[in-house]
């Protein structure tokens, strides 16, 4: 990946996140857009650094399952990473706990999916 790539992740997930945190219902909050890049930097550095450490903890699944639970593994992968975000960085917040950080990270790859097809991305 370089540069501009990662930056490019690095706004729309930023942009992402504070589209989240305004849907009331989906229970996440940042004060500001500015604590939504950070917000975005910490969940991108925590993914860089978690994913890894969890493939090799599911790989015995994956490998039972011939990687039907893959995309599961993924999603709770990031339902982590979401958490501990939000522990991380002042100003991020999940209102309703491990519920938030649920249905965040499925709209966050939603939001994010849909910021990417509209870049043509």
Known sequence: MDIR???IVWVVTGFSLYIIS??????VEID???RALISA???????AVVRPIFRVLFAPFNIVTVELLSGFF???ITVVCFVLAA???EGFRLRFGIWSAVIGAFTLSIISSLIYAFLGI
């Open 41 to 47: 930097a910490v969940f991108g550095i925590l993914t």
């Open 74 to 76: 993924t999603f709770i």
């Open 5 to 7: 790539t990662i930056f």
């Open 32 to 34: 500001t857009p500015e």
């Open 22 to 27: 305004k849907i009331p219902p989906v229970g």
């Open 87 to 89: 522990r991380l960085v």
